[in-house]
């Protein structure tokens, strides 16, 4: 029964940085080999795998997105979190946190738990 929540402001300015936090229960994000992604979905698109963290504190990160993103984590309180700098617009967008089997099937966007997602929008 493991759950996620997301959480962090809905609302942040165009050229500052995004923060979000998940929120891990029923299960270990140190426990092997499960990696914890952030996906993300825009309005009127598509699902978009953003970045990993695994089991052991291993980062991946889309290509598109490795400049400006960095994922993180704190065990001791079971969660792990997204930072995305330079934000604009195009980043407005619900967010997801996400736990896979492992990282090579978090990188496939291959999950076995979701959060329920948060909406982020990017304005002025």
């Known amino acids: 029964q493991v759950q996620l929540q997301e959480s ?9 940085t995004l ?4 929120t891990v229960s029923g299960g270990s994000i140190t426990t092997s080999y499960y990696a914890w992604s952030w996906i993300r979905q825009p ?3 598509g699902l978009e795998w953003m970045g990993v963290i695994a089991y ?14 960095s994922i993180s984590r704190d065990t001791s309180k079971n969660q792990f979190s997204l930072q995305l700098s330079s934000v604009t617009p195009e980043d407005t967008a ?12 978090a990188m496939g966007v291959e ?5 329920q997602g948060t909406q982020v929008t990017v304005s002025s």
């Open 111 to 115: 999950t076995d738990y979701w959060g």
């Open 94 to 105: 619900v967010y997801y946190c996400a736990r896979s089997p492992s990282t090579a099937q």
């Open 56 to 69: 052991d504190g291993s980062t991946y990160y889309s290509p598109s997105l490795k400049s400006r993103t």
């Open 8 to 16: 962090g402001p809905g609302l942040v300015k165009p050229s500052q």
């Open 43 to 45: 309005p009127g698109k």
């Open 19 to 22: 923060s979000l936090t998940c």
